[in-house]
């Protein structure tokens, strides 16, 4: 099992920024996926989460409304659309897939590296 | 559910036995409480899930119990590559929250 994070960059506070997640080794479709995030010498904070098919998304009330969580089930690939970045969300963000066969995220069995999103003007 | 792990930092030497605790806010039901460790450079791992069946290829020298509000994380021998950071992680209630972690260093 593989998980690759790309897209983090540094953004101006109100941008925005595109995170993918290339997955191999495991069957994309049957496990929900999730975006965890760990803020400079901070704790952890799942983020968001997405059914396997696609048919239902998941977020932590610090993001909704202005993150959004899909996935590419021909590619294995799971994105995190994040726009009207604040400096709070400054983090090592992690692509994860659960653990489960549940629709929603519930623990995470796989993660990637992470990649970096910081957010200053 | 807020989860509080202790103690913050725990100092050992190889060969000594580790006891990381994760105390819950509110009871955890059916026991969904997870371990990760965390090493720089490296992908989180899981170590335990429903909190205290290991995940597929983890040593038996990490072991996890507890039920309710209490769980612990045991590593009974520690070894140089177990020196990281370990945090908890409930998935009984949304959102899944985590502990703040426990640092094992190097005495």
């Known amino acids: 099992v593989q998980l690759v994070e790309s897209g983090g960059n540094l953004v101006q506070p109100g941008g925005s920024l595109r995170l993918s997640c290339a997955t191999s080794g495991f069957t994309f479709i049957n496990y929900a996926m999730s975006w965890v995030r760990q803020a400079p010498g901070k704790g952890l904070e799942w983020v968001s989460g997405?059914?396997?098919?696609?048919?239902?998304?998941f977020y932590a009330d610090s993001v909704k409304g202005r993150f959004s969580i899909t996935r590419d089930n021909s590619e294995n690939t799971v994105f995190l659309q994040m726009n009207s970045l604040r400096d709070e969300d400054t983090a090592i963000y992690y692509c994860?897939?659960?653990?489960?066969?549940?629709?929603?995220?519930?623990?995470?069995?796989?993660w990637g590296q992470g990649t970096l999103v910081t957010v200053s003007s | 559910i807020v989860l509080t792990q202790s103690p913050g930092t725990l100092s050992l030497s190889p060969g000594e036995r580790a006891t990381l605790s994760c105390r819950a806010s509110h009871s955890i039901s059916s026991n969904q409480l997870v371990w990760y460790q965390f090493q720089p450079g490296q992908a989180p791992r899981l170590l335990i899930y429903s909190a205290s069946t290991r995940a597929t290829g983890i040593p038996d020298r990490f072991s996890g119990s507890g039920s309710g509000t209490d769980f612990t994380l045991t590593i009974s021998r520690l070894e140089p590559e177990d020196f990281a950071v370990y945090y908890c992680q409930q998935y009984a209630i949304s959102p899944k929250t985590f502990g703040q972690g426990t640092k094992v260093e190097i005495k």
């Open positions: 994860a897939k659960d653990g489960t066969w549940r629709e929603a995220p519930a623990f995470f069995n796989y």
């Open positions: 997405i059914s396997g098919n696609g048919g239902s998304t």
